[in-house]
Structures are given as structure tokens and as C-alpha cells.
């Protein structure tokens, strides 16, 4: 028995014509037009098991990217009907991921396929042409960290909003972590070492001179502390705390009541710290007293690279 054909769907192959984004804080807006084809499934050789995933439970949607790397926001398509030049527009509001600082980020529009979470096919990828840079809070000038009475003390030049005069952030804060890896203005990880509530600041408005300090954690060692120090300026928004700005900060230099002294440490005080072998410590028991750490690279055992090591562990 000969079966009529299943009807034609039309699916979305390509970006037809300019596509157009108007950004909010946290959500922006598409416009855009999709081209495509009919697509028709031979049922006649169909077997009884075969579910055509391409043709009929592959979903769609348009996706937003920053700079081939960060995804900013998506568009799900549901069933399309295209207009008799086979164009359909496509677009409306959703959320937005800023990318966190001041860079200027390329866009891209990509048209993908798949299940939601797990799309597995591109279509088509519209770059636009202009970089685009997000207004948020940020960090301005110079941010300086420092050790002092067992606190980290910060010197923060300025936070300002540039965003529209009377539009005013949500609560801005401070965070201080040591990340996994540096980061890049999307999501991260690491360990959190302080935070502080700032407040709300408005539109083209700036603090300045800021000093924030926070207990070093006894739960991180200084002289084990790993990874990337950075600080992290927050905003919030409906949905949670998100980053605006951030700083990648050098490690602070050993406070002095923590290091340790070669003039008046033992042999098994120095080799407690690391980089210092059994037999380095005996030399340099042998070799004191010193009058200043650069006198160290005189030392049997002691190299350039192992003393740009040591420095901030070590005292007179």
C-alpha cells in the first residue's frame, strides 16, 4: 500500500537580512529574521522504530555570545511559520549574562539545534560588526593590597556607574578570592577570603578613595595560599549577586610576624619553609649573621630563582 507523503515542515537553516539587540542591565532584546527550507520525511520507507530526531524532536533556539567564548543569553524557537518568502521573524526579551568589565566584547548570534542544555548542532553564526561595551559599575585606577596586623588591607582608587544619571545600582559589594584559574569575566571558582556591603551607587557617580580590610582566614595559610587573588566587585540583581568588574591583584608580601628569620631562626625553622632544603638550612645557620636578604644568593645551595622565592618568607 502506497502512503502519501508526510506533510512538509520548514526549518531554519540561516540569519536572513540585519539583525537588531537593544541591551537593558539584564536583559536584552532581539530582532531578527530566519530563512529556510521545507523539509519532508519519506514515510514510505520508514521502519517502525525510526523517530527521524533531526526532523521531528530536535528543537532550536538563538544564542547570544561575547568574543567566541561567553554565552550572554538564548532565544528557544518553537514551531516557526514562515511568511511566503520563506522568512520568519524570530527574537523578543530575556535575560541577559553581562560579561563582567569594561572591555569591548564581539557578538555573535548563532543558530543552533538540539535539546535544551545540550545543543548539539551549529546552523548558521551571524558576527556583528561593531564591539560592544556594557555599562556597569566598575573598578577605576589603581587597587594596591597590603598585610598589616594580620588583616588585608585594600586601596581602592574609585568605583563609579557610569550608567544613566539616576539609575541606580542594585547593592554593590566587594569579594576576595583565590580562583582556580584566572578569570575572564564569566563563571568561576575558588576559595572566598572576604567580602564587604558597599551599597547602592547612581548613575554617573564615583567613590573614591576606598579602604576595605578583611581578617586573613586562619583556615588559609599565607604560606600555602594558592591560586589567583582577585577582587571582585558585585552587583545584585533579582536573580542573585553577578560580577561587573574585577581586578587580578599580586599576592601580598609575607607579614613579618609570620616569616621567618634567618639571623635568629633553628636549623628545623628554616627548613620548615618551603624551598628550603635540610642542607641549605645548615649553610645558612653557618653562613649568618646577615645584613640584608641579598646577601643570601651567597650561600652554597642559593640561586636567583630560589631567592626571588624565598623573599617574602624570610626576615633578618
Known amino acids: 500500500m502506497e502512503q502519501d507523503p508526510a506533510p512538509a515542515r520548514w526549518q531554519p537553516t540561516c540569519f536572513a537580512g540585519e539583525a537588531r539587540l537593544r541591551f537593558e542591565t539584564d536583559s536584552v ?64 526579551r530575556v535575560p541577559l549574562a553581562q560579561p563582567a568589565g569594561q572591555a569591548r566584547r564581539r557578538l555573535a548570534l548563532k543558530l543552533v539545534s538540539g535539546q535544551p542544555g545540550s545543543w548539539d548542532r551549529l546552523h548558521d553564526c551571524k558576527r556583528l560588526l561593531l564591539p560592544h561595551r556594557f555599562l556597569q559599575p566598575s573598578l577605576t585606577g589603581s587597587v594596591q593590597v597590603r598585610f598589616a596586623g594580620g588583616e588585608l588591607k585594600l586601596a581602592i582608587a574609585g568605583i563609579s556607574n557610569p550608567r544613566a544619571a539616576g539609575e541606580l545600582s542594585g547593592t554593590l559589594a566587594l569579594e576576595l578570592w583565590a580562583l582556580q584559574r584566572p578569570y575572564d569575566g564569566g563563571p568561576f571558582q575558588g576559595q572566598p577570603l572576604g567580602s564587604m556591603t558597599l551599597g547602592s551607587l547612581g548613575g554617573q557617580q564615583q567613590w573614591s578613595d576606598l579602604g576595605p580590610s578583611w581578617r586573613w582566614p586562619d583556615t588559609v595559610p599565607l604560606a600555602v595560599a594558592q591560586g589567583q587573588l582577585t577582587l571582585m566587585l558585585r552587583e545584585w540583581t533579582p536573580a542573585a549577586y553577578v560580577t561587573r568588574d574585577w581586578r587580578r591583584l599580586d599576592w601580598p608580601r609575607q607579614p613579618d610576624d609570620q616569616a621567618v628569620s634567618v639571623n635568629r631562626s633553628t636549623t628545623a625553622r628554616l627548613r620548615s619553609v618551603p624551598g628550603v632544603s635540610d642542607r641549605l638550612a645548615r649553610q645558612l645557620v653557618a653562613s649568618r649573621p646577615f645584613a640584608s636578604l641579598d646577601e643570601l644568593l651567597r650561600v652554597r645551595g642559593m640561586n636567583e630563582r630560589l631567592h626571588a622565592r624565598l623573599r617574602d618568607r624570610l626576615v633578618l
Open 29 to 92: 532584546e532581539l530582532q531578527a529574521w530566519l530563512s529556510g527550507q521545507s523539509v519532508t520525511r519519506d514515510v514510505s520507507n520508514a521502519s517502525d522504530t525510526d523517530t527521524d530526531t533531526d526532523t521531528d524532536n530536535r528543537m532550536m533556539a538563538v544564542q547570544l555570545w561575547a568574543d567566541e567564548a561567553l554565552l550572554l543569553a538564548e532565544w528557544p524557537l518553537g514551531p516557526l511559520q514562515p511568511d511566503p518568502r520563506r522568512l520568519t521573524p524570530v527574537g523578543g
